[in-house]
Nanobody, 115 residues
Framework: QVQLVESGGGLVEPGGSLRLSCAAS????????MGWYRRAPGKQRELVAT???????TYKDSAKGRFTISRDNAKNTLYLQIDNLRLEDTAVYYC?????????WGQGTQVTVSS
């Protein structure tokens, strides 16, 4: 089993940057496919980016260019760098881990973009 704890969210002005982290406990972190999702107010949760155990990366089209997903298997940590933040990036960001039929979620970290 994997426990996921997100951090790094906060209040930031438009144009700013944030780096979100997702610390994973448990074993075999490197074997998991990992992803970042977000839920904006009044909207459904949506995929932002994924990274496989082999470091193959995919992004939601609207996330390309401003979002960077990465992982550090030695630290059991997943990251999401967000640059040039926009008002519409305001959301709760969730970390996800998948291995076969198993899927785990973190509790989320709030990102608020406001001037």
């Amino acid at each position: 089993q994997v426990q996921l704890v997100e951090s790094g969210g906060g209040l930031v002005e438009p144009g700013g940057s944030l780096r979100l982290s997702c610390a994973a406990s448990g074993s075999a972190f490197s074997a998991y496919g990992m992803g970042w999702y977000r839920r904006a107010p009044g909207k459904q949760r949506e995929l932002v980016a994924t990274i496989t155990s082999r470091n193959d990366i995919t992004y939601k089209d609207s996330a390309k260019g401003r979002f960077t997903i990465s992982r550090d298997n030695a630290k059991n940590t997943l990251y999401l760098q967000i640059d040039n933040l926009r008002l519409e990036d305001t959301a709760v960001y969730y970390c996800n881990a998948v291995l076969g039929a198993l899927a785990y979620w973190g509790q989320g970290t709030q990102v608020t973009v406001s001037s």
